[in-house]
């Protein structure tokens, strides 16, 4: 960043005359003055459209470049400016040339008024779908319902035709061999079979199908909601924040180190930054985005005014959609594998950096589980508390002794940790 | 030694008694109804195949849709503002202090995301020293109970709005001082500095008010005994730590007696028997088995109402040797065994490092007890009358004075503070003085039998949402500070009566305070302030910093005073009239047990159900009998009794036959019987039972105090019958031994004294574990138990089910055998061997031999035999063997093995065989019949959502139909694997203390890795005292117990 100011302040020295709209802008933004300040309304600094007529340009010069200088000096008007702003002190721009801050003022000056923008109406959240694809039962249950009827008529059709046959016996035999009709269909050695003992075969043929389908269904479908991708109550973006502008995930879910739980952020975790940054990174106005707004909603936080005066008495917690939902009874640690095991976010949660709505990446099946401890290395060369263990697997290995034991599923070379205990029911269970 | 000694539990079990033996041979505590089933008899239904195929088709339709049903949607909710000091998963602890009862135990608060979940003692607090009692443990679940009240109550209806409350009592107030008139505050123990300044306060703006201290308990002969004997009416502090011989007086110190827990540290450490020291000699005389009685070397039966003469008897004799003043009284008593004098003999040897307490609250028998302690010159050295104990202070005579005068309408106003007096002695009296009364407040928490009658209820705070502070001792303050917001609509007395004295402390108006998010930060009370004020001229330094310091250790001490010994006013001689030496039949000793103690908490589940340490029964109180009384009265157990004294009578009590009670006595327990407590404890309001009969009534005045042993009371069978929940049996020992005991003497010999090794089978077709060869890298998670240290206090108990999600079952479910405590303490009776002494041919050895004995001597009308028993306590729970035999039953695999000596149990892969717990030796293992947590058959607190709160985040909640049984705390044991691996700590210093260790007031309980050759656990399984229990069947279980070794000449 201070090769891109020095590279403008060079710029400018070559056109020093008059004041300078493009370069103030350039300015404006490398020394991230809408992070605080907006040009048409207060966010933590004051509106700056139509500064130059408020202030004169000599007090404006010396308030940017170092305000509490200006301020100690005894400026009434700084003074008060910054008790009116809650005490809240701007940052200090020693690195500003009186030129430069010249064109910044132009900047402002000369910039564009926003078309006025229609507010959006906001659409009511989606409701979530948890679960397996309902579409499928309806499907499932229509067909049964036809099949049922199927029968029925077709039952009702062969009584009919007993009792016509009975009324009125026909001159031919009602059926050429008295075989049941599905017998047509059979391959001609099976024609003279007995109609109990076909039937039976084929009824275990389908029933054995029908079970392997459905147990396999039981094992690896049923209650497994992988993909799960709720509509969330602030439509919050991980591929925007995870992804373009890298923030540490630990920075908001900041417990993951720490606690079994990696916890979702409080709002004042939100705050930290979206007291400034107030605008949709799409936005072309300086209008407050629709999902920050709802931060502010559930705060009951007013961006108009400043501090204890901002809040209100009404907040209202954030009731987020849990994707991620362990049975009761398996217990897992976030901080056992991210801080212990070192494990990416990623290897449980997927591409979560590119995610605009988080979907469950995993299956969280036991299986699952599973697989990784019996395939990944667990640090044992440096944590201390692994010391006798890799002791041991050293002078196991060295020895030529049960080696088996230290060859993970893809054959490599590795303290697992199955090895040390991590397949044991009560690991999780308890 | 061990396999000449007959060990049982019951009367059943030792008399074989045949319903007995064919009832162990099931598996069912009751027949299941299988003929019936199998006959079709005694069922309705008249099913044929068309209705199987009904059900059959309709049963399938229903799973068709249940499979339909879409998964919930569960919520996430964050917090706003997360407090700083909070971190959703991980527990935050605070120092407080229990408000069970006026002891006072310093505590630890485990609290999950603002709510508290367990209470432990804090380890700087010399009252607690780490430990808490069984009433401290349960007393959490008191702070969710729903039937707390939630609003202050004017004539019994809720008002919502505390400051209408407070104009009416003001002004009311107000006018009664005007008119000069008397007003009341009757209040438990206050040893607070603070709550004192508060009625200070109060009494400045009320002149005619005045505080009288009534203690359900009292000990008021101590206090007028010291006052006659030193001019000081406190409880001196006792150090059982350092007495070398203690003679106790039906005192159970290490049950209910003014500090148990303390005690019981400073005991325990005296008993472990070392080369150099030896080990304490306790020798008890009492009328009924009391736990500590359980704990003597020597306990002698006596007659309660003699309780004075034993004491000069015992004077005389230490007189006599050293040349002080006897006592002039005509008789002398002698109990059998020369008790007297190898007592007077055992603490001559020991002067100066001796003790005698007495638990009596008569003056004179206080004043023999001085008396004896000042001739062993034991003041200075095991009593301390310089750093005195403030933890009792209600005198009996001004609380008897003050109910006489608001029987008599004389007093204007009376405010109750952590006082019940109408459910206890003189109901009548304290009823009839409320109602003359022309203004009554209670500040009880639910609308009890005293509250009920008052014209206002302020209900104060659970003590977890309390401030406050403390000052149990001389210079040894202690400090409450909430733990959770208050959950009802309640308010601190102390705040109530500042704001009536008008003294409360105005904070400045909060900037914050309606500021939604930023107001929680900024929640203070003014009592904080107030106590912070008080506490300013003591502290030195910024106030904040050394106040926040206080509340954070929980404890401040002021600087120590060597204690000195006292001057003595009192004369032997004087001592003479008081002492009762007339014969006046039966005397019934009314005793308080661990669980209910005064009956406060009789609300509480937890309690209820917890096993009494010596008769075993829950969910009752009884009369403990002599067998010579019950043989003679032709009285069994199962029957009941009417109990007459005086124009008392309690109708239909049921019976134990205790083994030890003295002859020509019996006992009841106080603190049952509510009719006031809730829907658990009993209450007319709801319809719902009392828990027990209510033994209050039989209190009298003597000589100026409250009299605990009721003489000349008429015992008589009534028609009735009642089946007790006694758990004694119900894990039977099929005449094996379990426990090994020996003798100081013979310990001293040879280390291995009394643990004689079994017949242990060798031979094994499975491996050896990993974990227990040389060298290996894993922990070995053990547990050591010594049998000498452990007092059957069963704080584990309650500490276990608190930790561990445990239900309560209710009385119903455990006279079925179906109580779920994961730890259950077995108590063993063993007739005390007399061979060598006055009972020739009373040594019993063999089962059968019982029977003999008894004819014998029931010839004679004499059973002394009963009367002369000795226990062992062995805490029980899952012993997790390397070799365990229910894992190689479990057909489906949830019982299993782990690579750190656990023997695990998977709840959701149990189906419910019970197969495991049919193999258990231990009989451990606890079936879930139901679904406990969301039962309303079950109203035990768990089946409520504010019940629920109580819960441990990190345990399952076991539902129907699974086994569960002990895990070694294992959530505690992945925590401390876990902080240690997160630090890269060494695997050596991963800490792990499992909840009865925790719990444990004695330091019986020990557990860690024996394969850390550093640890204490690795150093107690080379002790040569240690044995596994069931050696001979080699399932190599991981909990060692270390032979009780008795200071006594023969085991």
């Known amino acids: 960043m201070f090769a891109a100011i020095s590279a403008v302040s060079m710029n400018i020295l070559a056109a020093q005359d008059k004041p300078n709209a493009e370069e103030g802008k350039k300015l404006y933004e490398a020394n991230n003055c809408g992070s605080c300040h907006a040009l048409d309304k207060k966010v ?75 507010p959006k109406v906001e659409g009511a959240a989606a409701t979530p779908q948890a679960g397996g694809n309902a579409n499928m039962y309806v499907m499932l249950s229509l067909v049964g319902v036809f099949l049922v009827v199927l029968l029925i008529l077709s039952k009702v059709k062969s009584t009919l035709r007993r009792l016509a046959a009975e009324q009125a016996p026909l001159d031919y035999p009602l059926d050429s061999s ?92 939100c705050m930290n930054c979206h007291k400034g940054v107030q605008k949709a990174s799409t936005a072309t106005t300086d209008e407050i985005s629709a999902e920050i707004k709802k931060i502010y909603a559930a705060l009951d936080y007013d961006p108009e005014k400043i501090g204890a005066e901002a809040f209100g008495n009404n907040p209202r917690p954030v009731k987020w959609i849990r994707i991620h939902n362990l049975p009761d009874h398996a217990y897992f640690n976030h901080s056992q594998h991210v801080k212990v095991g070192k494990l990416q976010c990623q290897t449980c949660h997927g591409p979560i950096e590119k995610m605009e709505v988080v979907q469950q990446w995993s299956t969280l099946q036991m299986g699952w589980c599973i697989a990784c401890h019996r395939n990944t290395g667990v640090d044992v060369e440096n944590n201390n508390y692994y010391k006798a263990l890799h002791e041991k697997a050293t002078a196991d290995i060295k020895a030529n002794k049960n080696k088996s034991k230290y060859f993970s599923a893809d054959g490599k070379v590795r303290v697992t940790p199955a090895l040390n205990g991590g397949l044991e029911c009560s690991k999780c269970h308890y | 030694m061990s396999n000449t000694i007959k060990y049982w539990k019951g009367e059943e079990e030792l008399a074989r008694d045949p319903k007995f033996l064919a ?123 729903t039937e707390r009240l ?42 607070s500095p603070s709550t004192l300044k508060t009625i200070e306060d109060f009494k400045t703006k009320y002149t005619t008010a005045e505080h009288v201290t009534y203690d359900a308990i009292s000990y008021s002969g101590i206090l007028s005994a010291n006052m006659a004997d030193f001019g000081k009416a406190v409880i001196p502090s006792y150090n059982f730590g350092k007495a070398e011989v203690i003679v106790s007086f039906a005192a159970d110190f290490l049950g209910t007696w003014i500090s148990p827990v303390e005690y019981s540290k400073g005991y325990a450490a005296g008993r472990i028997p070392s080369m150099d020291k030896g080990m304490s000699m306790h020798i008890q005389f009492e009328s009924t088995m009391s736990m500590t009685g359980t704990n003597a070397d020597y306990r002698f039966p006596i007659g309660a109402s003699k309780t004075g003469l034993y004491l000069a008897s015992l004077h005389n004799y230490i007189a006599n040797k050293t040349g002080a003043t006897q006592i002039p009284v005509a008789q ?75 029987q008599a309408g004389k007093v204007a106003a009376v405010i109750f503070y952590g006082v019940n007096p109408v459910y206890t002695d003189n109901a009548k009296a304290w009823e009839n003085g409320i109602k003359k009364a022309s203004l009554s407040v209670s500040f009880a928490s639910s609308k009890d039998e005293t509250a009920g009658l008052c014209e206002y209820v302020c209900p104060d705070h659970h003590y977890l949402e309390s401030w406050g502070d403390s000052e149990p001792k001389a210079g040894l303050y202690q400090f409450t500070q909430p733990t959770i917001s208050p959950v009802f609509n309640t308010r601190q007395a102390q705040v109530s009566l500042l704001t009536w004295a008008g003294a409360l402390p105005v904070l400045e ?101 917890l096993p009494d340490p010596v008769s075993k029964v829950t969910w009752d109180n009884y009369v403990a009998i002599s067998k010579s009384f019950a043989a003679a009265n032709d009285i069994a157990e199962g029957d009941t009794v009417n109990i007459k004294s005086g124009s008392v009578t309690i109708n239909s009590v049921p019976v134990i036959i205790q083994p030890g009670q003295a002859n020509g006595t019996a006992a009841i327990a106080l603190g049952y019987g509510r009719t ?132 309560v ?9 179906r109580e779920m405590h994961w730890i259950r303490i077995d108590r063993y009776y063993s007739f005390t061997n007399t061979a060598k002494n006055e009972f020739d041919g009373n040594y019993v050895t063999k089962e059968k031999e019982i029977k003999a004995i008894d004819h014998k001597q029931g010839d004679k009308g004499e059973y002394n035999h009963w009367e002369n028993v000795k226990v062992v306590h062995q805490p029980m729970m899952c012993q997790h063997c390397s070799q365990a035999p229910c894992e190689t039953v479990c057909p489906v695999l949830a019982t299993t093995h782990s690579s750190e000596g656990l023997n695990q149990m998977t709840y959701n892969r149990c189906i419910g065989t019970k197969y495991c717990g049919n193999n258990c030796p231990y009989k451990v293992r606890r079936f879930n019949w139901f679904r406990f947590n969301d039962n309303d058959h079950f109203d035990f607190h768990y089946n409520n959502p504010l019940g629920k709160m109580v819960l441990n985040p990190d345990v399952t909640v076991r539902t129907r139909g699974v086994m569960e049984k002990c895990s070694f705390c294992v959530q505690r044991i992945q925590e401390g694997k876990l902080t240690a691996k997160r630090s890269g700590a060494d695997k050596n210093d991963v800490k792990v203390e499992t909840a009865c260790q925790r719990a444990c007031p004695s330091n019986a309980i020990v557990f860690g890795d024996v394969n850390n050759p550093e640890s204490e656990i690795s150093k107690l399984y080379k002790n040569e005292r240690g044995f596994t229990v069931l050696e001979e069947l080699n399932v190599q279980s991981n909990v060692m117990y270390m032979t009780k070794i008795r200071n006594t000449e023969t085991v």
């Open chain 1, 178 to 269: 008295n075989k049941p009709w599905i017998s047509k269909w059979l391959p001609r050695a099976m024609q003279n079979m007995n109609p109990v003992v076909m039937s039976l075969l084929i009824t275990t043929i389908v029933a054995v199908f029908a079970l392997g389908y459905l147990y396999k269904f039981g094992i690896t479908e049923v209650g497994v909601q992988k993909g799960y991708a709720p509509a969330q109550p602030i439509k919050y973006s991980h591929k925007l924040h995870a992804g373009d502008l890298k923030i540490d995930c630990k920075y908001c879910h900041s417990t993951a180190e720490y606690s079994k739980q990696a916890s979702i952020p409080a709002l004042n975790t």
């Open chain 2, 332 to 406: 002398t008593a002698e109990a059998a065994g020369n008790a007297i004098a190898k007592a007077g003999d055992a603490l001559l040897a020991a002067k100066g490092k001796s003790l005698v307490v007495c638990g009596s609250n008569d003056t004179n028998s206080q004043q023999i007890t001085n008396a004896i302690n000042m001739m062993l010159e034991n003041y200075g050295t095991t009593i301390d009358l310089t750093n005195y104990s403030n933890q009792y202070k209600g005198i009996d005579k001004d609380a008897n004075a003050l109910m006489l005068d608001l």
């Open chain 2, 509 to 609: 108006k909060d900037p914050f305070q309606d500021k939604g998010i930023l107001s929680q930060k900024h929640h203070t009370s003014p009592y904080y302030s107030y106590i912070k004020n008080n506490w300013s001229s003591k502290l030195t330094g910024d106030i904040n910093v050394a106040f926040n310091k206080c509340l954070h250790e929980g404890v401040w001490t002021a600087e120590a005073v060597a204690p000195t010994v006292p001057a003595y006013t009192g004369a032997a001689a004087s001592l003479a009239a008081g002492i009762n030496t007339k014969t006046s039949g039966m005397d019934l000793v009314l005793f308080t047990n661990v669980a209910m103690r005064d009956g406060s908490q009789a609300n509480n589940p937890w309690l209820q159900e």
């Open chain 2, 23 to 145: 009832a162990r041979k099931n598996e069912f505590a009751e027949a299941l109804p299988l003929d019936e089933v199998l006959s079709e008899d005694g069922f309705e239904l008249n099913s044929n195949r068309r209705d199987f195929l009904k059900f059959f088709g309709f049963s399938v339709t229903a799973v068709a849709l249940a499979a339909c049903y879409r998964t919930p949607v569960r919520n996430a909710v964050p917090y706003l503002v997360k407090p700083e000091d909070v971190t959703p998963g991980v527990a935050n602890y605070y120092s407080s202090e229990c408000g069970a009862c006026s002891t006072g135990c310093g505590i630890e608060v485990k609290v999950r995301e603002g709510r508290p979940i367990k209470v432990d003692g804090n380890r700087r607090s010399p009252i607690s020293l780490g430990g808490l009692c069984a009433q401290g443990q349960g007393s959490i679940a008191s702070l969710y109970d």
């Open chain 2, 150 to 191: 939630a609003n202050p109550l004017k004539n019994g209806a809720e008002v919502t709005d505390w400051a209408a409350i407070d104009a009416a009592i003001s002004k009311k107030l107000a006018e009664i001082a005007a008119a000069n008139g008397r007003i009341a505050i009757v209040s438990s123990t206050i040893n």
């Open chain 1, 44 to 118: 933590i600094g004051p509106a700056l459209r139509g500064v130059s007529d408020r202030r004169s340009e000599e007090w404006l010069k010396q308030w940017i470049k170092n305000n509490k200088k200006f301020r100690e000096s005894g400026d009434a008007d700084a003074n008060a400016l910054f008790k009116e702003y809650g005490g809240a002190a701007m940052n200090i721009f020693e690195n500003l040339s009186d030129a430069q801050i010249v064109n910044i003022l132009e900047y402002i000056k000369t910039a564009p008024k926003p078309a006025a923008v229609a």
């Open chain 2, 809 to 817: 079952v209710g009385r119903d479910e455990v006279r079925l055998r």
């Open chain 2, 676 to 807: 006031a407590a809730g829907k658990v404890g009993g209450s007319k309001e709801i319809e719902a039972d009392s828990v027990g009969k209510n033994a209050y009534p039989l209190v009298s005045m003597t000589n100026g105090n409250r009299n605990y042993v009721v003489s000349g009371v008429e015992i008589t069978k009534a028609d009735d019958t009642y089946h007790l929940a006694q758990t004694q049996t119900h894990h039977s020992i099929e005449g094996r031994d379990l426990v090994k005991e020996g003798t100081l003497a013979d310990w001293k010999k040879n280390k291995k004294a009394g643990n004689n090794a079994g017949d242990t089978h060798v031979y094994t077709i499975w491996e050896k574990r990993d974990y227990l060869k040389d060298g290996s890298p894993n922990h070995r998670w053990a547990m050591a138990i010594d049998l000498n240290a452990c007092t059957g206090c069963s704080a584990c108990a309650i500490s276990c089910s608190l930790e561990n999600n445990v239900p």
